[in-house]
């Protein structure tokens, strides 16, 4: 089974400055998909950036982009520009055949004005 | 348009209880997956309903059972409940049409925070 490691329990970044989330995966699939979602304290899951393992160049959405080491198998959040509504618990995940999704443990980030 | 909506919010039930979870999908949305999130720990996948079918599970028991309606929501049920079961449990919609690869952005509602005593 694929597993997703996420080793930082906790960040925190001074707004308007640049953070990286850590995330390492496991995997023997060659072909496959990642995904960062953002947990606000309202408990709802939203979807942050999503990497096909096929494509080279790594996904950017406005401030958010990914750092993605296939050989590696990292998949880093770099946020630029920290805003205080980034705050929020992040998740790594796999998704796997069956349409499931294997999340890590999640990284708290707090944004410091 | 509303999102995914889940209900109760949050519930208090003791040891040995039976408990029954509600999620309505996103308009359009025809797959329902529920996670488990224990505190501290990222969501762990239960299993999902596509055509009123369970077609995909995780390594749940079997005191963990669901149902989809005709009208796509769905319903979380767990018997026999253990002070282990206390968490969040979200939902998660998507118009998946019964692939078996849905790489699209999974709509996850507010979640029910179960609590066991």
């Known amino acids: 089974a694929q597993t997703v490691t996420q080793s930082q329990p906790e960040m925190s970044v001074q707004e308007a400055e640049t953070v990286t989330l850590s995330c390492t995966y496991d995997?023997?699939?060659?072909?496959?998909?990642l995904f960062w979602y953002k947990q606000p304290p309202s408990r709802q899951m939203i979807l942050v950036i999503r990497q096909e393992a096929y494509k080279q160049q790594n996904a950017t959405e406005n401030r958010f982009s990914v750092n993605f080491q296939k050989a590696a198998k990292s998949f880093s959040l770099k946020i630029s520009d920290s805003q205080l509504g980034d705050a929020a618990m992040y998740f790594c995940?796999?998704?796997?055949?069956?349409?499931?999704?294997?999340f890590g443990a999640g990284t708290i980030l707090r944004v410091k004005s | 348009d509303a999102g995914v909506t889940q209900s109760p919010t949050h519930l208090i039930k003791t040891r040995g209880q039976q408990v029954t979870l509600r999620c309505s999908p996103k308009s359009g949305h025809d797959t329902v997956s529920w996670y488990q999130q224990a505190l501290g720990q990222g969501p762990q996948f239960i299993f999902q309903?596509?055509?009123?079918?369970?077609?995909q599970r995780g390594n749940f028991p079997d005191r963990f059972s669901g149902h989809q309606f005709p009208n796509y929501s769905s319903e979380l049920n767990v018997n026999a409940l253990l002070l282990g079961d206390s968490a969040l449990y979200l939902c998660?919609?998507?118009?998946?049409?019964?692939?078996?690869?849905?790489?699209?952005?999974?709509?996850f509602g507010e979640g029910s925070r179960l609590t066991v005593l």
């Open positions: 995940a796999y998704l796997e055949y069956g349409n499931k999704l294997v």
């Open positions: 998660a919609s998507s118009p998946q049409g019964g692939g078996f690869l849905y790489t699209g952005e999974l709509f």
């Open positions: 309903y596509y055509e009123e079918e369970e077609r």
């Open positions: 995997t023997s699939e060659s072909d496959y998909y």
